[in-house]
Nanobody, 113 residues
Framework: QVQLVESGGGLVQPGGSLTLSCVAS????????MNWYRQASGKERELVAA????????IYADSVKGRFTISRDNGKSTLYLQMNSLKSEDTAVYYC??????RGQGTQVTVSS
């Protein structure tokens, strides 16, 4: 059974940092590119960042470039999203996804003072 479980969300003040994790199981994680998406209330889902299976290439939405870093540990079947200099507009539910396989249940990130 393919499963993706996110964690690490929470409430943080503007300018703060959070690191999201996504633990994968049920498929060959090291062979799959991975994505982080987010969806804010009332808005469409947005691709935040993506990473190749070996972690040697990444892409970012313009809105998070220079502030967020996607990474992975294939030995631990875990995907990460380091988020720095958080802004109120980063508030959303964040999902990890293995393209055409599965999506996690999401973790809420709220940036507010």
């Amino acid at each position: 059974q393919v499963q993706l479980v996110e964690s690490g969300g929470g409430l943080v003040q503007p300018g703060g940092s959070l690191t999201l994790s996504c633990v994968a199981s049920g498929f060959t994680f090291s062979s799959s590119a991975m994505n982080w998406y987010r969806q804010a209330s009332g808005k469409e889902r947005e691709l935040v960042a993506a990473i190749t299976s070996r972690g040697d290439n990444t892409i970012y939405a313009d809105s998070v470039k220079g502030r967020f870093t996607i990474s992975r540990d294939n030995g631990k079947s875990t995907l990460y999203l380091q988020m720095n200099s958080l802004k109120s507009e980063d508030t959303a539910v964040y999902y990890c996804a293995a393209p055409q396989l599965a999506r996690g249940q999401g973790t809420q990130v709220t940036v507010s003072s």
